[in-house]
């Protein structure tokens, strides 16, 4: 068994706790590479019979659970326990949730060949029990039982919650709400406010905290807009990672938010030329014990299920954090989700900035006056309000399969997708990445859309016109030509901004407000 320690799980924050923060976990990204080569080095293999990481409730969740499932007891001597500080107290090493921890159960006459190859990767490892018939958990404290108690209760048998759920109040009188409620702000003015977004905003300010190029595999960067992709060196193929989630969706429509989180991460690992193959999710809300918030977490569970069976990306991992309030008020639903896809070949990773002056630019999908809880309303009104558009998984797939295929017969010279603050923040996000302007003017039912936040959608530097559109009509999803690439001016419809203002704008706004706070 691998170990480290601490302590930690969900709760609220307020004033007279508020010294509990720093004792949230810390990810150490090295020691977690280390104890997973290891334990790949562990599965080629017949020296164990299971294993299991320690996430919620460390020790106490691992062992109950593994013991539960194959209806088996447990001894451990916890005063074998590695531990990184003095005087902790049992209950402490059955309830820490320190990282980079795995539980292991080795058969029996070859517990030192296991210690031997955690060693070899300079982790610690101890032999702390054995597996008993008794059907209970003993524990021990040098020497003394200190617990003894039966598995099946807190594991296979645990009673179950069924919380009472209850739909919030304050849906039913912000469902109606629209733009038109509104007085009207001309589009310049508009896009000015939105791409003054720290929400919109490059973040390389966070990213430069950490070196992401160790190994020499990153192939697009975090930041890159879209997904991350790292680079599988022993086949030539590559991984691409996307993590999203829209809380103000979330917020007017707990379902289809959580369902959305799913389509834009996987959307958003298409735009990349990969596959989308699963998801691992943090499910992160208020106090349960609200029924309206038990509400929403169970309607986010619903929306991600039925997301994830729809696209055909099964979640294989996650968490939950609940309790996540201040002085009584809760978080917006925040179901968050990490999609993770596979491109066969690596050197066919599509960028998501402009790459050639003159290029056609397209735009995927179809558009509509889609703003409920949109950064239009956010930013101009100070709204979060109306209602979220329905995903057309049918459409959602389409788009996925036309980028894919695109990319492998070298239609696309880049792809972004459309999602926060619509076609014209897309296009300058774009734009401030490459450092070339663009030229685009489409028709819209309304002069607004241009920031309407409709799913399913893209933008993409075409490099072979006739044979993208041909295969996106035999797909059978909308591809409009909608300008082209070039010149050292942002123009979208009646928005025009100099390449060196948006620059300016992106890439220096996010740390102008976090630096205040500093």
Same mark, same amino acid.
Request: aromatic share 10%.
């Given at each position: 068994m691998v170990w480290v320690v601490a302590v930690m799980a969900s709760d609220s924050f307020t004033e007279a706790n508020k010294s509990l923060r720093p004792t949230v976990q810390v990810g150490d990204p090295f020691a977690e590479k280390l104890l997973l080569e290891a334990c790949l080095e #562990?599965?080629?293999?017949?020296?164990i019979v299971g294993i299991q990481d320690m996430g919620a409730a460390g020790l106490t969740s691992s062992s109950f659970e593994m013991a539960g499932r194959s209806g088996s007891g447990m001894i451990m001597h916890l005063d074998k326990v590695p531990a990184r500080e003095e005087g902790m107290q049992p209950f402490e090493f059955m309830l820490s949730e320190s990282q980079e921890r795995m539980l292991i159960c080795a058969k029996k006459g070859y517990e030192d060949k296991v210690v031997d190859i955690f060693r070899k990767w300079d982790l610690n490892a101890e032999i702390i029990g054995e597996v008993t018939a008794t059907g209970n958990m003993e524990l021990f404290w040098h020497g003394e039982r200190v617990a003894n108690m039966p598995v099946q209760p807190v594991s296979e048998q645990a009673p179950i919650y069924d919380r009472p759920t209850k739909e919030p109040a304050y849906l039913a009188s912000i469902k109606n709400t629209t733009i038109h409620d509104f007085a009207n702000v001309e589009n310049q003015k508009a896009f000015d406010a939105l791409l003054n977004s720290v929400e919109v905003s490059d973040k390389t300010w966070i990213f430069n905290q950490y070196d992401s190029t160790v190994q020499t595999n990153t192939i697009k960067a975090p930041g890159s807009l879209d997904a991350s992709v790292i680079r599988i060196k022993e086949n030539g193929k590559a991984l691409s990672m996307s993590s999203d989630c829209n809380p103000r969706y979330n917020y007017i429509d707990p379902k289809m938010g959580a369902a959305a989180a799913v389509a834009e991460s996987g959307r958003n690992v298409a735009m990349s030329g990969a596959r989308p193959l699963a998801i691992t999710?943090?499910?992160?809300y208020g106090n349960p014990e609200n029924p309206e918030v038990m509400w929403q977490f169970a309607? $986010?569970?619903? =929306?991600?299920?039925?997301a994830c069976a729809k696209l055909n990306t099964p979640v294989v991992s996650g968490n939950v954090s609940l309790y996540n309030e201040t002085n009584g008020v809760g978080v917006f639903p925040t179901p968050a989700i990490v999609m993770v896809g596979l491109?066969?070949?690596?050197?066919?990773t599509l960028p998501s900035s402009f790459q050639k002056e003159g290029a056609s630019i397209y735009l995927l999908g179809d558009t509509k006056s889609d703003f409920g809880a949109s950064l239009y309303? %956010?930013? #101009?009104? =100070?709204?979060?309000?109306?209602? #979220?558009a329905e995903l057309d998984y049918d459409k959602e797939l389409k788009l996925w399969e036309l980028v894919i295929e695109?990319?492998?017969? $070298?239609? #696309?010279?880049?792809?972004?997708?459309?999602?926060?603050? $619509?076609?014209?923040?897309a296009l300058a996000k774009m734009v401030a990445k490459s450092k070339k302007g663009v030229i685009c003017k489409f028709t819209c039912n309304d002069a607004r859309d241009i920031f309407a936040e409709s799913f399913s959608r893209a933008l993409v530097e075409v490099n072979d016109d006739a044979g993208f559109v041909a295969m996106a009509k035999t797909i059978g999803l909308s591809a409009v030509k909608i300008g082209t690439v070039g010149g050292n001016t942002f123009t979208?419809?009646?928005?025009? %901004?100099s390449v060196e203002a948006i620059c300016e704008r992106y890439f220096n706004r996010?740390?102008?407000?976090i630096e205040q706070d500093i």
């Open positions: #562990l599965f080629k293999t017949d020296y999710d943090c499910l992160n309607q $986010g569970c619903y =929306g991600i299920k039925e491109n066969d070949n690596a050197n066919k309303m %956010k930013e #101009l009104y =100070g709204k979060v309000e109306g209602t #979220l695109a990319n492998k017969k $070298g239609y #696309l010279n880049a792809a972004k997708d459309v999602n926060v603050g $619509g076609i014209a923040i979208c419809n009646d928005v025009s %901004k996010f740390a102008e407000v």
